[in-house]
């Protein structure tokens, strides 16, 4: 069963543009993540925040950026994309001090 | 930096097979090590944890022992299934603020024939 939702589940943009995804979980976790999933595979964390405490990883580039509204919401905004950003975004949540991270099925975007 | 390498991008198996998926880890301190499964169209799903040296985890008939001397965590199954067929991630996570920064491997396509 689903726990964390993700919207949209595609999106096609043109360089240049903002784009917005929507990350919500349902299962009262307090932290929540944004991973970058490229064509090869390859997994990245962007951003975690946890009790208002935003963690970054120094490679992602400042046109990145996450709001969250409520412990249970993390979006993620785009401010101009760029044709590397073609990738699924991938949001995740976990409790305070445990293991296991629950991932969305993710938001593929494409960039022409 | 800290980092995940795992050897084999693909592996092809059939039904009854066993199963290994080399994992090796480089790290300044003591991460916990961690399995996940990644089916078509769906978010990657946790599968174990370990967080000490000689520490096994398992889950569904998969089970990795977490190896400081080889810095290693490699992931067996006895007897695989073609359900078994899926991406599959080692990665190491370091504590911060409560929460786990996980640093994935590359990840390995399992295929599984009938």
């Known amino acids: 069963e689903t726990a964390v939702f993700q919207t949209p589940n595609y999106h096609v943009t043109q360089v240049g543009n903002e784009v917005s995804f929507n990350c919500k979980q349902t299962l009262g976790h307090d932290t929540m993540y944004w991973y970058k999933q490229d064509s090869k595979k390859l997994l990245k964390i962007m951003f975690s925040y946890n009790n208002k405490q935003l963690i970054v990883n120094e490679t992602v580039p400042r046109r990145f950026s996450p709001q969250s509204s409520d412990k249970a919401h993390l979006n993620l905004r785009i401010k101009s994309v760029e044709p590397e950003d073609s990738a699924v975004y991938l949001c995740?949540?976990?409790?305070?001090?445990?293991?296991?991270?629950?991932f969305g099925p993710g938001t593929r975007l494409t960039v022409l | 930096g800290d980092s995940v390498t795992q050897t084999e991008g693909q592996v092809a198996l059939s039904e009854e097979d066993f199963l290994t998926i080399h994992c090796n880890y480089s790290?300044?301190?003591?991460?916990?090590l961690f399995w996940y499964v990644q089916y078509p169209g769906e978010g990657p799903q946790f599968l174990f944890r370990?967080?000490?040296?000689?520490e096994k985890g398992s889950s569904r008939g998969f089970e990795a022992t977490y190896d400081k001397g080889t810095t290693s965590f490699h992931l067996r199954k006895a007897s695989v299934q073609e359900s078994d067929s899926a991406v599959y991630y080692c990665?190491?996570?370091?504590?911060?603020?409560?929460?786990?920064?996980?640093?994935f491997g590359s990840g390995t396509q399992l295929t599984v024939m009938p």
């Open positions: 370990a967080s000490r040296d000689k």
């Open positions: 790290a300044s301190g003591y991460p916990a």
């Open positions: 990665a190491l996570g370091e504590a911060s603020s409560g929460s786990w920064q996980l640093i």
């Open positions: 995740a949540s976990s409790l305070r001090g445990l293991y296991e991270q629950y």
